[in-house]
């Protein structure tokens, strides 16, 4: 009876281990917790009683270093500058992934979320530009680029699985995409006063980092000591310091110590010695030789995934559950002080981001796909609509973490980097609700598309 009841406990606790295991790695997880924390931003940045803490926290002094090389910035600032650099150092492993073997590794597979990236790119940097061209801040365009793959995968995922497998795959790869581009643009337009002289430095770094690939390197120390001096050379480049993620993803390598033939070679003769060595009525902790057998398949296991693809299982979680919902508690905290904060809202910066994400990205992303579909070099996702791929194209509209990135970078004073992250806010909010609506019109309604 003792032993049932243990073979049931532990049935229970290996269910519960598994549902949290699958809570981390859903794609829903990190929607959730950062919608809540860009909430709970808002709150603390408008509550009289904890506005003023909150703005000192961020605005405190922080110094990491030693004796002969101290960095010292705002909370605020270590945030976007070093925390933001894991963010895009797992958006780089993603990317890489998706252009070698994933959704973007094919042309076929590429052509409708690259068309439908550069329409969902290009047309609301022009309503945004096309509304500050004269009495704004035409500078801004990069804002209403953005689309926050967290936000969108998340509200997809909660319309169940009745949501076309295909259709997931689309929003996912021209999120990648538009992420490719945001990295483009701030590297490009939102960099300034380069040294020169350190950029050469950073460029050694990276080529030092590329050369470990090229050998073959796979103990991870290494790059993690050159990707922390790269890192600290960005700081001091001109070139946005988050870039260097990026780059130091490109030098990680993609291809495992082991094949799959040794793995199953390996893994069955280690089983075999694994069971030669038992010793009836003898824990494992006291049997030396079955330890040794379960290390090495422990190490072969863990070999026989390239050094990319363990990084960014075991970062996914960290960037989506903590990573990201600091970013939004230290940056959507906008405190709107009542009508004059909002009436910017009108004015051509938030007018801009507001048309530019919620009518420009969704009619760029149609109408990109529309035209790649009609020249038939793609077709539309199997078992999708239209109907479903305009909801899609809404949802896109959600800007939230990349377009408050870039929102800091490219508006001049504090003011209107607060206007716009209110746009941002705002228009996301409507980008969410609309494309939530009509994905689940669409669904209901479930037409097969026509071609």
Request: hydrophobic share 50%.
């Amino acid at each position: 009876m003792a032993s049932t009841l243990s073979y049931r406990q532990k049935r229970l606790t290996h269910q519960r281990l598994s549902r949290h295991r699958h809570w981390l790695h859903s794609p829903w997880s990190g929607g959730v917790l950062l919608m809540l924390f860009a909430a709970l931003a808002l709150g603390l940045a408008n509550n009289p009683w904890t506005a003023t803490a909150y703005h000192h926290l961020l605005e405190s002094p922080l110094t990491l270093g030693f004796e002969h090389f101290r960095l010292q910035q705002p909370l605020e600032a270590w945030v976007n500058d070093g925390l933001m650099v894991l963010f895009f150092f797992y958006v780089g492993l993603e990317i890489k992934r998706e252009f070698m073997v994933g959704h973007l590794s094919g042309v076929r597979h590429a052509a409708l979320p690259i068309a439908a990236a550069l329409g969902g790119m290009i047309v609301p940097a022009l309503c945004y530009t096309a509304l500050n061209l004269h009495d704004g801040i035409p500078q801004g365009w990069g804002i209403a680029m953005a689309t926050d793959i967290a936000f969108a995968v998340g509200i997809l995922s909660l319309l169940g699985k009745r949501v076309p497998v295909a259709l997931k795959v689309f929003l996912t790869a021209l999120a990648v995409v538009d992420d490719l581009g945001g990295i483009t643009v701030i590297a490009l337009f939102y960099s300034s006063d380069l040294n020169l002289g350190v950029l050469y430095l950073a460029s050694g770094v990276f080529l030092l980092l590329l050369l470990l690939k090229r050998m073959q390197v796979y103990r991870m120390r290494y790059y993690l000591l050159l990707s922390i001096l790269l890192w600290i050379l960005f700081l001091f480049s001109g070139i946005h310091a988050t870039i260097s993620g990026v780059l130091i993803a490109l030098a990680i390598p993609t291809t495992p110590r082991y094949t799959k033939a040794y793995y199953l070679r390996k893994t069955e003769y280690l089983l075999h010695n694994f069971v030669r060595h038992d010793r009836p009525g003898v824990e494992l902790l006291a049997n030396p030789r079955q330890h040794h057998d379960i290390e090495r398949l422990r190490q072969i296991a863990t070999h026989t995934l390239s050094p990319a693809q363990r990084l960014e299982y075991a970062l996914q979680p960290v960037v989506a559950l903590f990573v990201m919902p600091i970013f939004a508690l230290a940056n959507a905290g906008v405190s709107i002080q009542g009508f004059e904060d909002l009436q910017g809202v009108v004015q051509p910066v938030g007018l801009g981001i507001i048309v530019g994400l919620v009518i420009g990205k969704p009619m760029g992303i149609f109408l990109f796909s529309r035209i790649a579909v009609a020249t038939g070099y793609c077709e539309l996702p199997r078992g999708t609509s239209w109907f479903m791929l305009w909801g899609v194209a809404c949802l896109s509209g959600i800007g939230f973490t990349m377009a408050i990135f870039i929102n800091n970078l490219a508006l001049p004073n504090p003011q209107i980097i607060t206007q716009g992250k209110i746009a941002i806010l705002i228009a996301s909010f409507i980008a969410m609700i609309v494309g939530y609506g009509l994905l689940r019109i669409a669904l209901i309604r479930k037409k097969p598309s026509k071609k």
